[in-house]
């Protein structure tokens, strides 16, 4: 094929479904004339008819199927044992800061509350249904989910955009629906009767 190859580094390879989306999703822009993906590199070599398309088009691409993607420079220090560690470095700051709110989280919500006095507290009401303990969970999960969990919204929400379902999908559909019911459940024993008899 005639064209100008270039090899860009791409970040958020995890598997064999990453390379066969990036290869499929790139090998619809215009004037992409081949992909080929590596997840040992976390590389991609594309050849491009320049008339038509640049390294931009296929960054901009790479970044509307979820991942990030740079021109790799020639004589670039950063070889892709690099790019994984840098990667891993950030997933291990994402994990710390959500057990950072989540072992608090999960005291309160088990051990804690296992103890008389504890119990007593975190059990006194605040508004209705709501109690102290109620009140502390939802301060404590939702960070977790909208902030700590960000990166899995902006990537589920770009694969969405392009019908694809992704493991990002999957897990913001199984946490936001396990979120959402437990605050639908509070609001609606809040407006019980019950409730408003107590």
Same mark, same amino acid.
């Given at each position: 094929?005639? %064209?100008?190859?270039?090899?860009?580094? $791409?970040?958020?390879?995890?598997?064999?479904?990453?390379?066969?989306?990036?290869?499929?999703?790139?090998?619809?822009?215009?004037?992409?004339?081949?992909?080929?993906? @590596?997840?040992?590199?976390?590389?991609?070599?594309?050849?491009?008819?320049?008339?038509?398309?640049?390294?931009?088009?296929?960054?901009?691409?790479?970044?509307?199927? %979820?991942?990030?993607?740079?021109?790799?420079?020639?004589?670039?220090?950063?070889?892709?044992?690099?790019?994984?560690?840098?990667?891993?470095?950030?997933?291990?700051?994402?994990?710390?800061?959500?057990?950072? =709110?989540?072992?608090?989280?999960?005291?309160?919500?088990?051990?804690?509350?296992?103890?008389?006095?504890?119990?007593?507290?975190?059990?006194?009401?605040?508004?209705?249904?709501?109690?102290?303990?109620?009140?502390?969970? $939802?301060?404590?999960?939702?960070?977790?989910?909208?902030?700590?969990?960000?990166?899995?919204?902006?990537?589920?929400?770009?694969?969405?955009?392009?019908?694809?379902?992704?493991?990002?999908?999957?897990?913001?559909?199984?946490?936001?629906?396990?979120? =959402?019911?437990?605050?639908?459940? $509070?609001?609606?024993?809040?407006?019980? @009767?019950?409730?408003?008899?107590?």
């Amino acid at each position: 094929l005639e %064209g100008d190859e270039f090899t860009f580094k $791409v970040e958020g390879i995890t598997c064999g479904a990453c390379v066969s989306r990036i290869e499929k999703g790139l090998g619809k822009v215009k004037g992409v004339l081949s992909v080929s993906v @590596s997840l040992a590199n976390n590389s991609a070599l594309v050849r491009l008819n320049r008339q038509c398309a640049g390294a931009r088009t296929v960054i901009t691409a790479l970044d509307s199927l %979820g991942y990030k993607g740079e021109l790799a420079e020639e004589g670039s220090r950063e070889c892709p044992q690099d790019m994984r560690r840098r990667e891993r470095a950030k997933w291990e700051k994402m994990l710390k800061q959500a057990a950072a =709110l989540t072992i608090p989280a999960f005291l309160i919500a088990m051990p804690l509350d296992q103890i008389a006095p504890v119990h007593a507290f975190l059990h006194i009401r605040v508004w209705r249904a709501v109690t102290i303990q109620i009140l502390l969970l $939802v301060m404590l999960c939702a960070p977790v989910q909208f902030y700590v969990g960000r990166e899995f919204y902006t990537a589920a929400a770009k694969a969405l955009r392009h019908g694809s379902s992704t493991m990002d999908v999957l897990v913001v559909l199984g946490t936001t629906s396990g979120f =959402l019911y437990s605050i639908i459940s $509070v609001t609606s024993a809040c407006f019980s @009767s019950r409730a408003q008899d107590g």
